[in-house]
């Protein structure tokens, strides 16, 4: 059903008009507390989202290869990156009220609209397909046969989707989005070097092996785990279908800040947690699957520790795979002009729904697969992200700045200096990547 043919009142208009008494009554009682707790969760969510499972893989992958040094700070880097990006992304959708597909459409038209959206499609179901290699990597240290794990995974992802209300779908994923900080003891029984951190926060550290292309690989793959398009179409799908407005703005913007600084703790804590195999010159290039990397780490961290880091990585690839085919969903009923909503009832929303289950099934089928190479996919997902996410900057930042549509929201100078300085990096290091994919031997001479 699209927009035009809805009824005047419906499930998902009720429901959100009493979200948003709750909003009134909070503010006028100035219980400010309250107030940000109410309208928490898109930034959260889409930050500890975005720590999924080729994420976390990624950050083990660095600390495992480089230690401590260099990737620490950057990592710092790479989410204050994530906060301008998707605090464009807050400002956007309070100002329009629409989601990030059908404002493509409307403002450039349907080639560039579906530009977008193949973009995003071809990101999302590659990125899927990792959650659900991190769900059976987890399941596979746990001692359960790859296809029960998968199993649990979609079970949890379809039965997520069943509550068909977006506060209570939104609420139960911040509790389990939580259990990313299962990594930070995880960090601590690795007993980490406190000066050697601080130095590297202070210096930005050494580079050990120097600047090959294992070091480039790292670089846009730790980007890729940071900064990736279905962020912006799942925040703002998420702010419309919570119905933020104008005057949440502040707290909108408080959200993504705190989702960005607890996202950014998980992430050290998990390179910090794998740089003991660092210190033991383990060679992680030949690990199949992130269950290797908490194997490895049991002789490190003790069995607790390795049960730490096992369960992250499920619950990063669970909190993700529920976002990112939320996205996906958001997306392609924009596209289509049908109504995109978590508190819609499975008749009026069928399209929506089927969008999300459709490339979950797609995405576990593909993880089954025998003889997968499923840490090289997972790795490599994170990299095409990074080179994705340059067309996906460039929308955002067009409609950021189009005052016809955000008024006085509209982009200022420094936000298009940050903005574009992100697309400029971004295709710098992409474009380079490339040259050194084409002539290994450059760096060498």
Known sequence: MDQETAPLTSREDLLRARDRLKVKLSRASKHRMRLLWLLAGPGVLVMLGENDGPSMVSYATTGATYGVGFFVPFILLTFAMAFVVQEMTVRLGVATHRGHAGLIFQRFGPFWGYFAMADLVFG??????????????????????????????????????????????ERCLLGLAACNLLFIPAALLAHPNGAALTQALASWGPLPGGFDTAFVTLVLANIGATVTPWMIFFQQGAVVDKGLTRADLAQGRLDTAIGAVVAAIAAIATLVA???????????????????????????????????????IVEAGLVAAMTISTSSSYALAETFSLRS????????????????????????????????????????????ATLL???????????ANDREIMRDLANGRCCNLAGGSIVVALCLVGAFYGVITVFPDLLNS
């Open 124 to 169: 999302n179901v590659l990125t899927l397909v990792t959650e659900f290699i991190a769900i059976q990597a987890g399941g596979l240290y746990f001692g359960l046969p790859s296809w029960l794990s998968v199993a649990i995974g979609v079970a949890l992802v379809i039965g997520s989707l069943a509550l068909r209300r977006y506060a209570t779908w």
């Open 274 to 312: 794998a740089a003991p195999l660092f210190r033991a010159h383990v060679d992680v290039s030949h690990f199949a699957s992130g269950a290797d990397f908490a194997t490895a780490l049991r002789p490190h961290l003790g069995a607790f520790g390795a049960t730490l880091f096992a369960l992250g």
């Open 341 to 384: 909503s978590l508190n819609l009832d499975f008749s009026r929303g069928r399209w929506f729904y089927a969008a999300a289950i459709g490339s979950t099934l797609l995405a576990a089928a593909t993880v089954l697969i025998p003889g997968a190479p499923l840490l090289a996919m997972t790795l490599t997902v994170n990299v095409i």
């Open 389 to 399: 996410m340059a067309p996906a900057l460039l929308f955002l930042l067009l409609l």
